[in-house]
């Protein structure tokens, strides 16, 4: 089954792919940038990946991998290469030419699970931007996704009410300053954004601030897998704390090596499947 209105709901089914091929190659974001001389050590990457798959699977939720192919280095971050809005998969335009092959092994991947899906073929939309929030879509408008993009999803999804959110231009992803761990809260890093955006982010949602030190280890990339219970980094102490005392289950997972690659754990997590929201409460 396909299903997700939201980033928090029981989670049910995923999509990762492992990181044998990590690397540091082209640097194509900022943290990349700053890790490019030490680069990944792949050894300890697929140690972390493996931890973390199997804390899914420990929370019973079904780890779908994708293969990995020796050529595709940013593979393991899955969240960019599609979206699932209610009952269906869009698979993504990527907005840099050495991830586009990423998304046709997704596809292949969905033709063998014989779920349908619909690609969005205006450049460029990757699935980082996209904070799905029942019957809005939060877009992110980066140097990966587009105000085109976004016309796109809004006419494919008619009863849904599309938003662009414009970021700061060294900012990667809309869920590298902005994520929701329920209907009402979120976590944000306000300078990612300009002052017309943080108020309507924060007219609706009550939001924890993450400081500058935790988003660059990705403090607002969190993943929620239902039930209250978020996977965090355990060195995002303040994160970690003021989700706590809102009465939030923090599972604490080391990503600190594939993190130098500028992704985190949701970053790495391709939903597919969500409990609707009747079954949730």
């Known amino acids: 089954m396909i299903h997700q209105k939201n980033e928090f709901a029981k989670l049910k089914r995923v999509i990762v792919c492992p990181p044998t091929y990590m690397k540091i190659k082209q640097v194509i974001n900022q943290t990349q940038r700053y890790y490019k001389d030490e680069n990944i050590d792949v050894e300890i990457a697929m140690k972390e990946h493996r931890a973390f798959s199997d804390t899914l699977r420990q929370q019973g939720v079904e780890v779908i991998e994708l293969p990995a192919d020796e050529t595709l280095n940013e593979q393991v971050f899955t969240r960019d290469i599609g979206v699932t809005i209610d009952d269906q998969i869009y698979t993504a335009k990527m907005g840099k030419k050495l991830r586009k092959p990423e998304v046709s092994i997704l596809e292949n991947l969905l033709q063998q699970y014989d779920w349908s899906h619909h690609p969005i073929n205006t450049p460029s939309i990757e699935g980082g931007d996209v904070i799905v929030a029942g019957d809005i879509i939060w877009i992110g408008i980066s140097t990966r996704t587009t105000y085109e993009a976004v016309d796109q999803l809004q006419h494919l999804l008619p009863q849904k009410t599309v938003i662009p959110i414009p970021l700061r231009e060294d900012i990667l992803h809309l869920d590298c300053a902005f994520n929701l761990v329920s209907e009402k809260e979120g976590l944000i890093y306000p300078d990612a954004f300009g002052e017309k955006e943080l108020e309507k982010l ?80």
């Open 202 to 281: 924060q007219s609706r949602y009550e939001l924890i601030e993450v400081s500058d030190d935790e988003q660059f280890t990705l403090g607002t990339n969190v993943f929620s897998i239902g039930e209250n219970k978020i996977i965090s980094l355990p060195k995002n102490q303040k994160v970690n704390a003021a989700l706590q005392d809102r009465g939030y289950h923090v599972i604490e997972v080391d990503f600190s090596e594939i993190i130098k690659s500028g992704g985190s754990f949701r970053c790495c997590t391709l939903p597919i499947e969500r409990e609707s929201f009747h079954e949730h409460i």
